[in-house]
Structures are given as C-alpha cells and as structure tokens.
C-alpha cells in the first residue's frame, strides 16, 4: 500500500501532534523547532527524542503521528522497531557472559561450535561483534534472510557460501556472525538469547515495554513503519514516497535486529549502562565502546561519519566529541558521547530518516562548539575555508579559498572534504549553499567524475534539469562504470 502525504497535509500533521506526546524536564523550545523542521524536511510521520545529561534524562519528546491511516499520535509509551541497535544489546550481553568467566572475547568461535567450516575456525568472538569476521552473510541481496526463514536451512546454506574475506582484514556488515553470537549466548547462558537479554537487561532496567518482535507480532502501542526506500533488482533507491513496510525476523536472527523500545525505556538501559548497573567492571564498558582495530591498525566502519565499529557499537571515531552510536534501520539511532557525559536517542518509524546524520546538531544545542555554523565536523583547513567563505559570500567561495591560499601556501582542500561539505549543507537544507560548494568543486577538481555527479544531483535537487543532466554526462564520460549517472541519464533525457 502506498501513501502519499502533501507537504501542506503534512505540515498540519505536525502543527496538531508536535507536542501531544511531550513529557518533558526542561523543554527546549529551539530543539522541538529544529525536530519539527527535520521531519517537515525528510517527511518523518512519527519521532521520539530522548536526551540524557549527566546521568539524568533531560528531555523526553515524542512528536507527529506513529500510524498515518489510524491518525494514532505519537506518546512516550509508543514502541518502535529499532532494528540493527539490537546489535548493542548483543554486545552488553557478551561482556555479561564474559564477567561470568563464561567466556573470553578473543576466544575463537570453535570453541563454542562444532559444525562450521575449516576456515571459520580461527574467527574471534569479537571479530563477530565488530562485523570484521569475514563471513558470509546469511541474508540475499535484497536482505531477506536466506532458507525462507526456516533457522536450520539458513545455517545450511550460509555455511556452503565462500568467505566474503581474511578474518580482521575489513569491516564488513554482517548478520550471520550475530547468529552465531545468540547460539553462544543461548549455549552458555542455558537460556535462549532473548531470554538471557530480557532478564539481565530489560528487566534489570525496568524497560517495562521493551520486548522482542516484528510485523507478525500483536504489539501494544507499536507504531508504524513507513519508508521512502525501495529495493528494486537488489538496489536500494529512494522514489520519495511513502510506503507500508512490513518486516519477518525469526526468532533466531533477532539477535541481529529485533528489539522494539521507547526513546524514554533506552533512556533507562543507558543511564543503568553508565552508572555500572549492568556490568561488574568499568573496564567492561571501555572495552564495550572501543572501535576494534583491523590486523593492518587501521578501522572500517560504515561510512564517514559512523567510521569505526566496537562490540555490537558502530563508533565515530574523530578529534572532538567522539561517539559510540548504534543505528538501526535507516531510521532510528542513538548517539553517546563518553567525553561530555551527554547522550541522543531519535527513534522514527521512517526507513530514510537516517537520524544519525543530524543527532550531532541536537547535541550541539547543549555543547557550543558542536554546532554546525560554527564548523563542527569540518578538518581545520575546511573551517578555515568555511568561516572565509561566511564572511565573503557563498557566491564567491572561489575568491575566498584563493585569499586564504595566498596568505598559506601550503593549504589545501580535497575533494572528499569539499564534497561532504556540500552535503553537509544539503543536510540543513541550505541547497542554494551547497550548490555553489559543489559548483566549487568543479572548479577545483575538474577531470573527477564524482564531483560532477555530486554538481547534477544538487541540481537535480533544484529543479534544473538541463544543467543536471549535463554534470551528469561529464561525470559519465570521465567515469563510464558510473552506473548512478547512466541511470539518472535514461530516466531524464
């Protein structure tokens, strides 16, 4: 089933439901205006926000609609799916397990089972948690569990499946190594995995409706799940519209997603992780939160903002304000930042939303120098660049980076990092800005054909098709395995 819903309809849902679920400690008015933009912005029906400061639940929000077709407005006691954010809770339990000298995380996985592959022999517990394994994935193209979700047909087919790589040699998303790591929870803990979470987590924290489940599942205050994402021949591509989503995890893959929570009862599990009510150790938690090295000392992650992985945790590895932020789904994640003692949940019911791309920006309404106008995020040469160009005018941001190169001779800007710029602004939907970013980067890196894809998709975005369309046939002719502009190429001409 497809809904379409007009920016207008939109707009009123949000006006009538921006505060109907809200319970808040010291509401920010500006935080609620930036939320109700964001979702305005990417078309997100139903959110929660939840902030911790200090050990404390600052503020606890819930916004818009969690079912479009029921008019169901979104509360605190809403649960949504959080999805591959399990993958934390896996984590937390591993480190409960190995407490118990029940096991060690460096331990290989042939010590806990028998019936797997030569070369999966060698593979680590914490290779697994960190998706550095190598394995192969027990999920097709279109991430349907593999064997029609029949658990002992998954596993016979995952097995006969080629090593996607050297075990520690990269990171590389993966769902088998997290069933392997429940069939080791289950084994060691003499409990099925769900259980031993549910007791030693859920319960220990009093997440009073947190449970294990999915479409097929009777849920109470569940919300809906929508997306604007479509997988088509294995490709994942956004046609901007929204649909139903409807998702089967069986019972033996939740390990890898299949938690639904509240914003407000994952406020409880993190206040309880910090305060070591869930670990004996506090050298548990910094083992919990540190990105596992590759076996060359370099590290992998998804991409980069989340550029690193610990044990059940994507990480975002950087100078300031470094993260451990699980994310789910395209559409919920949470952001802890160990140096400020300060800690973003956003949970959404849209697959799309990608919250972690603007969680930073709710944290910079508590720490200053993380705001995006001021440069957060940006390489020292590009807040050199960025703070030029502000005080000179976007429009000549050529002229800017010119005098900034006459007073330093050695500055430079790559393309990577003018690029992400651009999308930066993309993000804040700053597009006349970003535009002449990536107009910029054109200029300045003329024979790339990514620069010249990034300069048709801004384009695009503005409505001008004719210029798109042309950034597109030059970032084709310098790169004809761009299957991106060919495709933009046959839909438009």
């Known amino acids: 089933m497809k809904i379409l819903i007009t920016s207008v309809f939109f707009s009123l849902l949000l006006n009538a439901s921006l505060f109907s679920g ?144 050297i075990p520690g040699s990269r990171f590389s998303y993966n769902q088998t190594g997290y069933y392997i790591l429940g069939t080791i929870i289950t084994q060691l803990s003499g409990k099925h995995f769900t259980k031993f979470i549910e007791e030693n987590q859920f319960k220990r924290c009093q997440m009073l409706i947190t449970q294990f489940g999915d479409s097929n599942d009777i849920i109470e205050n569940s919300a809906g799940a929508y997306s604007t994402i479509i997988n088509k021949d294995g490709k994942w591509i956004n046609d901007r519209n929204l649909h139903n989503v409807f998702v089967n995890f069986p019972i033996f893959f939740r390990t890898a997603t299949g938690i639904l929570s509240s914003a407000e009862d994952i406020s409880k599990w993190l206040i309880a992780l910090q305060d070591g009510k869930l670990f004996q150790s506090e050298k548990s938690l910094k083992e919990l939160f540190t990105t596992v090295k590759l076996n060359d000392g370099s590290i992998g992650g998804f991409n980069k903002l989340t550029n690193g992985y610990a044990l059940g945790w994507p990480t975002v590895v950087r100078s300031e304000h470094p993260a451990a932020a699980p994310v789910g789904g395209m559409r919920s994640a949470l952001f802890v930042y160990p140096e400020d003692r300060l800690s973003v949940i956003v949970l959404t019911n849209l697959q799309g939303a990608n919250p972690e791309w603007f969680i930073d920006e709710i944290a910079g309404y508590y720490i200053p120098d993380m705001k995006i106008e001021n440069g957060f995020g940006l390489s020292p040469n590009m807040k050199l660049l960025y703070h030029q160009t502000t005080q000179d005018g976007f429009q000549n941001i050529e002229k800017a980076y010119q005098k900034i190169k006459k007073k330093q001779k050695n500055f430079t800007a790559s393309e990577d990092e003018i690029n992400a710029w651009g999308y930066q602004f993309m993000g804040r939907n700053l597009k006349d800005k970003a535009l002449q970013i990536f107009k910029f980067n054109t200029i300045l890196f003329p024979n790339s054909s990514n620069v010249y894809d990034s300069y048709g998709e801004i384009l695009d975005v503005l409505g001008h098709k004719k210029e798109a369309i042309v950034s597109y046939k030059k970032s084709l002719l310098l790169n004809p395995a761009n299957t991106n502009a060919a495709n933009y190429l046959k839909d438009n001409e």
């Open 22 to 165: 809200q319970a808040a400690r010291n509401t920010s008015d500006s935080i609620d205006i930036f939320i109700k933009s964001k979702m305005e912005q990417l078309r997100i029906p139903g959110l929660q926000l939840g902030i911790i400061r200090n050990g404390k639940l600052e503020k606890i929000t819930s916004y818009g609609f969690a079912n479009i077709e029921h008019h169901a407005v979104t509360q605190n006691q809403t649960v949504f799916s959080i999805n591959s954010m399990t993958k934390a809770f896996v984590g937390v339990a591993i480190l409960q397990l190995q407490e118990q000298g029940k096991l060690k995380t460096d331990d290989p996985i042939s010590k806990y089972l028998n019936d797997i592959p030569e070369k999966w022999k060698t593979i680590t517990i914490k290779q697994l948690l960190s998706n550095t394994s190598g394995l192969p994935n027990n999920i097709d193209e279109k991430e349907q569990v593999l064997g029609d979700g029949t658990e002992e047909k998954n596993w016979e087919m995952v097995r006969k499946l080629p090593m996607e790589s």
